[in-house]
């Protein structure tokens, strides 16, 4: 595979790799007011939503590249109005994100996988999906594979996008800034659900999603560690792992490709009515 070296800002200490596992020692519940409970002796996280209030987690560490992995089972039943999140972010206005999040429905009906990418404070790079399972009868794994080259999300190791880094070409790609993770359930029933249609069945509360098996095999940032001279990500990178050089073979590419005819119902790439300027920049490249 092709390295390519990259005249990036990176802490010093991107030699050292996370490893994820343990709830107690990787994450803190950030909001919720004892809705978010760390269960099965740190192996799981449950978050709660009533008619209050939502609930949150984020990691303890902040990344800067790497593979990160969470097992989810979402809400059941008629989870209407309900958003389940998981996503890497840094701060400020000009933020870099990269999103999972999940849109709930009426019972019966399949929920919305919403993924986005911001760069520099810029989103609206929406890619939606319907999933080929039942996302609340089993946990499935989430994946963002995030290195200098490519986003990658993928479930339960299937790719289903692929978001490169063409800055060659004039498209900002999230590389600078070291994000953390964060996890929350919360209402969004003024949207989230068939455009707001759909509200959150309050006498169903308390509504409860899962987590278990969050991995971060990533490249960990420390406040006040000097800066990485340019050029040694290329010789660093056989110490970090396959992530590093990780991009769509033939046979992950037509799996993804597979996922999107079959299962995409929303590509910003395509909508046209949105942009009528003209599609962003990275829709024409490929």
């Not at 990418?117 to 890619?127: H, S």
Request: with cysteine.
């Amino acid at each position: 595979m092709r390295t390519v070296a990259l005249g990036i800002v990176a802490m010093a200490c991107l030699v050292a790799m996370a490893q994820g596992g343990n709830f107690f020692q990787d994450a803190e519940i950030s909001w919720g007011q004892g809705r978010g409970k760390i269960v099965d002796g740190g192996r799981g996280l449950d978050l709660t939503l009533d008619r209050s209030s939502g609930s949150g987690f984020q990691s303890k560490n902040e990344y800067l590249f790497g593979k990160i992995d969470m097992q989810i089972k979402l809400v059941p039943g008629n989870s209407a109005g309900t958003v389940t999140t998981f996503y890497l972010s840094s701060q400020g206005e000009t933020h870099d994100e990269i999103d999972f999040e999940f849109l709930g429905n009426v019972t019966g009906e399949p929920y919305t996988l919403h993924t986005n990418v911001f760069t520099q404070g810029q989103g609206q790079r929406e890619q939606q999906f319907r999933l080929w399972f039942d996302p609340t009868q089993t946990f499935h794994t989430y994946s963002i594979i995030w290195n200098p080259q490519h986003i990658i999300f993928a479930v339960d190791g299937t790719p289903i996008r692929d978001f490169k880094n063409q800055e060659a070409r004039g498209v900002a790609f999230p590389k600078s800034q070291p994000m953390r993770l964060y996890a929350s359930l919360w209402n969004a029933d003024d949207w989230a659900t068939q455009g707001g249609r759909v509200k959150a069945d309050w006498s169903r509360a308390p509504f409860v999603a899962s987590f278990r098996g969050f991995n971060a095999d990533a490249c960990v940032w420390s406040a006040g560690a000097q800066r990485c001279p340019v050029g040694t990500m290329e010789t660093a990178a056989p110490a970090r792992g396959g992530w590093w050089n990780q991009q769509l073979n033939d046979m992950s590419y037509r799996r993804m490709r597979w996922v999107q005819r079959k299962f995409m119902i929303y590509n910003y790439c395509t909508d046209t009515k949105r942009f009528p300027q003209g599609i962003p920049a990275e829709c024409k490249l490929r």
